[in-house]
């Protein structure tokens, strides 16, 4: 079998930025909130509406990549993702958000289950852990700048929009289409299985084990803390300290911003100390952070709070992940699929969270995050080393 040039994980990483793209629900639902008038409880539809293609998606992505291959995947979901991106340009209104934030979700379900695997066959299993967290770095920087583009979009004049926030759409749009003309010009040679595929009922079957079943509901907490964060922070802002959403905004960069440095020092951690011990310290501060959002009414404070959830938060996704992909070494595209499909966590969460912040302010959504930190303590017994 030929050799994959190490180059090749260049466009891979681009790729990872391009997967970023969805954490601009949590930033455009706030907008759309606004623009159209909504309660807590119907905006957040947009956000649960992304993650719940990844319920339906995930596992039958699994399969694809054994009939068609990672990279053939990975390009698919990209072309997913920058149609998702050139709707919105059209119009703003109800029926247009639904249907831009559908396809992001369905493009994002088939690049989370393929690119971590791509990323693999690039690199090797060799410090899975720490490559995976960089990979999640290079996410957090698409994550971080969407609501500064959102900001600037909505207070300077651009030709042909105006002020408006969704400059954000247009930007991604760009760089979607060269991330997917870069990976498509870059050769990865790979072996596509001819054999049997696994069935959707046999890649159901490995949640049977202990560990892939524990992991995936360690992902469903992880993505419904950073739904929800993403989209709890201005809100928070907004209600205790009254300040307009283009100002609260910046919460939502700062969660970001911390994420990012997270996963930045995380992949260095990552190599020189146990994955138990910093999994320990993740959610030590991610508990922290709940009781600062949750009792907090000082500036300081809930920008303190914000900034420990993002940190803490950002390598709990790629070691869980590593966990289950090594404990099934011969199922890795079906576990990789089980894995994002843990991220329907990021419909489950704001969903309940947008009802308790209408009934009881966005104390009762931080009481929702709370309860995903109180299970990942309950996961650290489950971390091999």
Known sequence: MKKTSAIAIIPVMLAFFCMGFVDLVGIASNYVKEDLQLSDSVANIFPSLVFFWFLIFSVPTGMLMNKIGRKKTVLLSLIVTVVSLFIPLFGKSFAVMLVAFSLLGIGNALMQTSINPLAMLVIGDKNLASTLTFGQFVKAIASFLAPYLAMWGATHVIPSFGYDWRVLFMIYFVVGVLSTALLWATPIYEEISGGKSSSFMDCLALLKKPIVLLSFFAIMCHVGIDVGTNTTAPKLLMERLGMTLNDAAFATSLYFIFRTIGAFTGSFFLRIMKTRWFFIISVILMALSMCGMFFGTEKWMLYAAIALVGYGNSNIFSMSFSEALLSVPEK??????????????????????????DAMGQAGAVAVMAIGVIYLFTYIKNIKN
């Open 332 to 357: 890795q595209n079906e576990v990789s699929g089980l894995m994002i499909m843990g991220l329907f966590g990021g419909t489950v969460f704001p969903l309940i969270m947008g009802f308790m912040s």
